[in-house]
């Protein structure tokens, strides 16, 4: 199987999510599902991210089935492969994202924290210019994706290290007669602390 260690943790670990932590993952029929897709090239990320499509679907149905197995995202993958094959026929690839491989351990070894960083970088790199229509709503997107980028890189910090980095913080904005709490403070704090944990883990600067 060509899904590593932790891309199946991750998988399981989504499902799970989804689930409310019921341990419904992997059953025998799971498994065979999950080794044919895996076969037919179906990437990590984009497998959750069928979850997700899946799930959200089911959240309106008003009675949704009790019983969930992995087999019943087949229609979601089926349409992820077939847009995947559409574009490699049509000679259309994805803008190719560099820079993870240079990531510090062990937030280099995370699945997830891969796919956000791919993500954004993909979002960056496509960026329509400021005049073209849709711009605000690209602009928008990356931003969120940015966020939940940093979100994945602070859960990895070592607590001594956070500790470090939030008190070194505190004390620059209070040097620069910032009024914590202040409106001001947040969004320097935001700016400032995601600039912060990109460069604790070693992000190229081009990409903070």
């Known amino acids: 199987m060509s899904y590593t260690r932790e891309e199946l943790d991750w ?12 341990s419904a993952f992997l059953s025998r029929e799971d498994f065979a599902t999950l080794q044919k897709w895996d076969a037919a090239g179906l990437p990590a990320e984009t497998l959750v991210g069928c ?3 899946y799930f959200e679907r089911r959240a309106t149905r008003p009675k949704a089935r009790g019983f969930v197995a992995l087999s019943h995202l087949d229609k979601d993958v089926a349409k992820a492969l077939k847009l995947r094959e559409s574009l490699k ?3 259309v690839e994805a803008p190719k994202v560099e ?6 351990e ?5 699945p997830r924290a891969k796919s956000a960083f791919e993500s954004w970088g993909r979002l960056k790199l496509s960026a329509p210019g400021p005049d073209a229509p849709g711009y605000l709503d690209h602009f928008d997107a990356e931003q969120k994706a940015h966020q939940e980028l940093v979100a ?4 990895k910090l070592d607590p001594g290290l956070r500790s470090t980095l939030t008190r070194d913080l505190e004390t ?3 040097e620069a007669q910032i009024q914590p709490g202040s409106f001001v403070w947040k969004r320097a ?3 400032h602390w995601a600039l912060a944990v990109c460069e604790a883990w070693g992000f190229p600067s081009r990409t903070v």
């Open 11 to 22: 998988i399981e670990a989504e499902w799970a999510f989804h689930l409310h932590g019921r």
């Open 51 to 53: 979850m997700g499509t």
């Open 89 to 91: 026929r049509a000679g």
């Open 99 to 104: 820079g993870w491989e240079k990531i510090k």
């Open 106 to 110: 062990p937030l280099r070894s995370d």
């Open 152 to 155: 994945l890189a602070e859960e």
């Open 172 to 174: 620059r904005l209070q």
């Open 189 to 191: 704090w935001e700016h």
